[in-house]
């Protein structure tokens, strides 16, 4: 297995890199604590955080302080082979792709099963052949030197791995999962030999035993690596969305790539292929697309921004683009999880992934690269993937010292049983250690055996079976298939971390505008006072708003054009967030905004204008005051309408036991006329908040003891989003909201809040599931391998049956993962 390295690169004005290794040769829990300290040990490294199910790390670093590929190396040479995947092996060829060295995982685990079989098979006949069990026909394979065979090749060939990375492990002073097992089978192998070329001693031949030990271990890790393979499986199919090659239509006097550029197609052809203008910025529909012999296909990472592209039907679309030509339906349902098409028309904006379906179109490229909507995602997802959950840092502080832990107790045992137990019960001595057996099943088996073997058998049985297998995948796992099921779903998690505070959450905050409701106001009313008419009133208040981007600005200059008014120029335009807009219009000073804001500017209200102010509010709607020349002129009133699943997501919230919460800048009255549409109580009603005093409003909330989500989308709620326990964007916000909040839906849905809490509570559920059965397997194991029933039972574990629970317990801990699936369509 390779590991890998640089991802994401840091903007200029970053001053941390953030690489991305894909590290091999991971065990254990141990191996994991490993990787972070030889990362974290190098200069320049900020921090580390490592995956041991996605064997990836993410390293924090700073701004072009560390070299990828040496920091791989300097984990390679610790003894997890460790590749970039933009680098090469070492040997000029290309590092394996995810995808190449799944299947190259693939075929090992087919080999791994086969030999698994095998062992297990042959040792199996020769331990029961010690019992008499079988026809004098299969004495062949009973004879104890096939078995002195069987047991050499199985450690020269098999297991020589697991042996030399056990060894590697402990020479660095870092034994791992591999330690153990090589110590166990070592120790088995080992004291058989003795006991056949010194037959004299009377010792028992245990050749069967170091066999069956390895077969467990191959079988085992063969399910678990199966097992990781199905939870990783959303994320894989994430990947494979990410297509290999465009097709280029050949243009270069409109690429800007100069025509004595070679490889993009002949120059004769430009001429005769019909290609829209690329400078129009919204194309004619009926555009013609471009001819097929003017286009060359040409990988996509090559496919730069500005350049077309022609995307036939049933072809994934390569880059985040905007439609030029051509009429389309495309298959959005692999990024958002909404089923239905979509129509697209020049103009309209595709993403890089997504499926076109009924038309060829042409495209102009707009996002490419790891810029693209896809691979924001998917670097999203592998990030969370990699980040823990805290609850995950008891498990791996343990894990750091389990290894020591789990030797010095080996050692116990066999001092103890040597030295103590076998004068204290010397009856025990005489029984043969195999698998799981008692006094009564092994009458026939009593023999002179000496107390060594007996206290080397539960030395290793407690070795094997306490390995930290289970522990160190309990989190990972979990997270794996939860945030693999949120991409699915359209519900970017960005973390283990942002489970555990999901799961602790008693309040949602909702923002009001372009989240509870649509985004997008409308004017229902204009008002004009003293002399102006309700269209004068509405071109100054359109041509003073020109110069913003707000929604209600937005609103207001729709509304003109609705009435097709002729809207005059404006100047010296100045805004004061929160609060309003001043404009310079036809020589006259207009003035938009709340009442501070026309307070501010020494403007007075009336109390007609005041008693027509509280109607519209009552009636839950947005008033702009309008001031010319430093007079009132009137009040426009907007209104913004609920999204469709405003009520019943609040409604979901509200029996899923958490506190529900509307923050705006509107007035109290107006915000109160919206909650109750939504069912809330006006103390759950956080009115007159401006933009800088949201993050403040939610730290009021934390400090009453308040777990707190926000859901937001525009810019000025990231700062609130930052501030909440839990900052939950819609994916049609900025991309400021997007980068700040731990939680993006995608779909643009507000009932997918409801979507994400639920799998946040589901998938953390499965976490303390997994660390409360990894921890409770070693607890119960360890004294039962330890040989704790043997006195007054005659139960012991043999290193065989140790092998074969400590398998069993990691494939266990991953399939309850799996279960996660069915646990979420249960709640649908």
């Excluded at 072809?315 to 439609?323: S, T």
């Amino acid at each position: 297995m390779q590991v890998s390295t640089k991802s994401v690169v840091a903007t200029p004005e970053s001053s941390v890199d953030t690489i991305t290794l894909d590290v091999g040769g991971m065990r254990c829990a141990g191996c994991v604590k490993v990787v972070e300290k030889q990362l974290k040990e190098h200069p320049g490294v900020i921090s580390a955080c490592v995956n041991l199910v996605t064997e990836v790390a993410v390293v924090e670093c700073e701004s072009g302080a560390v070299d990828p590929t040496a920091l791989a190396k300097q984990v390679s040479d610790a003894g997890f082979p460790t590749q970039s995947r933009v680098a090469t092996t070492g040997d000029g060829k290309e590092a394996l792709s995810p995808a190449q060295r799944h299947a190259e995982e693939n075929r090992k685990q087919i080999w791994h099963l086969v030999v698994a079989g095998v062992l297990i098979l042959f040792s199996g006949i020769g331990h029961l052949g010690q019992h008499s069990l079988l026809l004098p026909q299969l004495s062949l394979l009973t004879n104890i030197w096939f078995h002195w065979g069987l047991a050499t090749a199985a450690l020269l060939l098999p297991g020589r791995e697991i042996l030399l990375d056990g060894w590697r492990g402990l020479r660095r002073n870092a034994p791992n999962m591999n330690t153990l097992v090589g110590l166990g089978t070592l120790t088995a192998y080992t004291a058989s030999c003795v006991a056949l070329f010194f037959p004299q001693l009377g010792w028992e031949c245990f050749f069967d035993e170091p066999v069956m030990l390895l077969g467990f271990i191959l079988l085992g890790r063969t399910l678990e690596q199966r097992a990781r393979g199905r939870a990783a499986a959303a994320f894989e199919a994430l990947l494979a969305l990410q297509p290999k090659v465009a097709r280029l239509i050949a243009n270069p006097t409109n690429l800007g790539r100069g025509a004595g550029e070679k490889g993009r197609g002949a120059e004769e052809n430009f001429a005769k292929s019909p290609i829209p203008n690329p400078q129009s910025p919204i194309p004619n529909p009926q555009s013609p697309i471009p001819n097929p012999q003017s286009e060359v296909e040409i990988p996509v990472d090559q496919v730069r921004v500005g350049e077309w592209l022609r995307v036939l039907p049933g072809e994934q679309i390569p880059v985040d683009g905007e439609v030029v030509a051509g009429q389309t339906t495309v298959n959005e349902s692999m990024l958002t999880g909404e089923p239905v098409p979509v129509m697209k028309q020049p103009g309209d904006a595709v993403a890089a992934g997504t499926l076109n379906q009924s038309g060829a179109i042409a495209i102009k490229a707009t996002r490419t690269g790891k810029d693209t909507t896809l691979a924001q995602i998917v670097a999203l997802v592998e990030a969370a993937q990699t980040r823990k959950a805290p609850v995950q840092q008891l498990a791996d502080t343990v894990a750091g010292y389990f290894t020591y832990g789990v030797l010095a107790a080996a050692a116990l045992t066999f001092l103890f049983w040597y030295f103590v137990g076998s004068q204290l019960w010397p009856d025990v001595s005489i029984l043969r250690v195999v698998g799981i057996d008692s006094h009564a099943a092994m009458n026939h088996a009593l023999s002179n055996h000496s107390p060594m073997l007996l206290s080397l058998k539960l030395a290793i049985s407690v070795s094997v079976i306490a390995c930290p297998c289970a522990l160190g995948l309990a989190t990972p796992t979990a997270i794996l298939v939860g945030t693999g099921l949120g991409a699915e779903r359209g519900l970017l998690i960005k973390g283990g971390d942002v489970l555990e505070r999901v799961h602790h959450l008693n309040t949602v905050v909702f923002d009001k505008t372009g989240t509870l409701t649509t985004g997008h106001p409308t004017v229902t009313d204009c008002l004009p006072i003293g002399n102006f008419t309700p269209e004068t009133l509405l071109l100054l208040a359109a041509a003073a708003e020109s110069g913003t981007t707000h929604p209600l600005a937005k609103a207001i200059l729709e509304e003109a054009h609705r009435q097709e008014l002729a809207i005059a120029p404006a100047v010296e335009f100045y805004t004061e967030p929160g609060l309003g807009v001043s404009a310079l219009v036809d020589n006259s000073r207009v003035f938009l905004g709340n009442a501070e804001w026309l307070t501010k500017q020494g403007i007075g209200i009336s109390d007609t204008a005041t008693d027509r102010t509280l109607s519209l509010f009552a009636a839950g709607k947005t008033v702009v005051y309008v001031a010319v020349d430093g007079n009132l002129a009137g009040l426009i009133a907007v209104t913004d309408t609920l999204r469709p699943d405003a009520k019943a997501t609040v409604e979901r919230l509200r029996s899923m036991g958490l506190r529900v919460m509307l923050l705006t800048g509107d007035r109290m009255e107006a915000a109160v006329a919206i909650a109750s549409q939504l069912e809330l109580h006006p103390d759950d009603v956080l009115a007159n908040v401006r933009p800088e005093a949201k993050a403040t409003a939610v730290q009021q909330l934390q400090t009453l003891g308040q777990r707190v989500a926000m859901v937001g989308d525009g810019i000025n709620d990231a700062p609130a989003l930052a501030q909440a326990d839990v900052g939950i964007s819609l994916q049609g916000g900025t991309d400021v909201a997007i980068e700040t909040a731990q939680i993006v839906l995608i779909r643009d849905r507000l009932s997918d809040v409801v979507q994400s809490i639920q799998l946040s509570r589901a998938t953390f559920n499965k976490i303390r599931q997994n660390l409360f059965w990894a921890f409770a397997y070693n607890a119960l194991s360890l004294p039962v391998a330890a040989g704790i029933l043997l006195p007054s039972f005659g139960i012991v574990l043999g290193p065989s049956a140790a092998g074969a629970l400590m398998a069993f317990s990691s494939v266990s801990v991953v399939t309850n993962s799996l279960l996660l699936r069915q646990s979420l369509k249960n709640q649908d």
